[in-house]
Structures are given as structure tokens and as C-alpha cells.
């Protein structure tokens, strides 16, 4: 994610700390209204934790300027801020998605039918390997914090 405008803290994006290494796939849900999206099973996918009730992990995130950069592995729980209200202003962002040489398509739902149909139409197949110019692949790194 790349800011592209002043960020405050009050508005920034946050993340549970460590959730990336529990290797569970959690049910997506409404940035919102914290309802899950729809036609998640629930032998395929966990229900969301109550991250910031239950203790079990440090919630964090950052005030971001512009040209500032957050890089961070998408299976990391993240979240808008948990004021209950909209932004005051408008904040541009920019956000790409990249994956490893082993990172493979697997479309998990109707909430992300938009990107999956357009890779798809870009000749990328579920069940192998990124492969296309909107997907570069990086070589695996530990961004341990």
C-alpha cells in the first residue's frame, strides 16, 4: 500500500500483529459491519477472531505520509480504523498485490469474483502458480518484526 496522502493514525490501516503465522484461513468479512461474506464454509474457513477484545494478538498500524509504504503478507488480519464513522477526508492509496514463486489462485469467494474473473481473463488458471503482468512474483523474504 502506498499513501498517496497524509494518513493519521486515527485513520490508518491496522493489523493484528502475527496473525499471518497461524496458519488458518479466516472467513472474510465486512470492513463495515464485521458480518462474513457470504458462501464461506465453514469446514474451509475460520470464523474471525474478536481481535481487539480478545487479548490474543497486538493490534498496530501507522500514520503514513506520502510515498511512505506498508508491505505486508495479505493472510495478515487487517482492518480500517475501529472508529465507527467514515473518514473525515478522502485518502488516496495505492495498492498492489504480489506473491512468491509459490504463491498459487485459489479464488475464495463472490467478494473477490472481480479480480479472479480479470485474472482469469488474463489466462491465469485456480489451482496453479500467479503468472500474469498484474501479479509479479518476489523472491521470499522474512519480514519478521
Known amino acids: 500500500l502506498l499513501a498517496l496522502d497524509p494518513t493519521p493514525l486515527d485513520e490508518a490501516l491496522c493489523f493484528a500483529k502475527g496473525s499471518h503465522g497461524d496458519d488458518v484461513t479466516y472467513k472474510a468479512i465486512h470492513f463495515r459491519d464485521h458480518i462474513p461474506f457470504g458462501?464461506?464454509?465453514?469446514?474451509?474457513?475460520?470464523?474471525?477472531p474478536d481481535v481487539d477484545g480478545d487479548g490474543k494478538f497486538?493490534?498496530?498500524?501507522?500514520?503514513?505520509?506520502?510515498?511512505?509504504c506498508l508491505i505486508f503478507d495479505l493472510r495478515t488480519l487487517h482492518r480500517g480504523p475501529n472508529t465507527g464513522s467514515p473518514a473525515g477526508d478522502m485518502r488516496r492509496r495505492y495498492s498492489l498485490r504480489f506473491g512468491t514463486p509459490n504463491t498459487v489462485f485459489n479464488p475464495r469467494g463472490a467478494w473477490t469474483s472481480e479480480?479472479?474473473?480479470?485474472?482469469?481473463?488474463?489466462?491465469?488458471?485456480?489451482?496453479?502458480?500467479?503468472?500474469?503482468?498484474?501479479?509479479?512474483?518476489?523472491?521470499?523474504?522474512?519480514?519478521?518484526?
Open 39 to 48: 458462501g464461506q464454509r465453514d469446514d474451509q474457513y475460520v470464523h474471525m
Open 58 to 68: 497486538e493490534v498496530i498500524g501507522w500514520a503514513l505520509k506520502p510515498g511512505d
Open 115 to 145: 479480480i479472479s474473473e480479470h485474472l482469469t481473463r488474463l489466462g491465469q488458471q485456480p489451482g496453479t502458480v500467479l503468472n500474469t503482468p498484474l501479479t509479479p512474483q518476489l523472491s521470499p523474504v522474512d519480514f519478521r518484526a
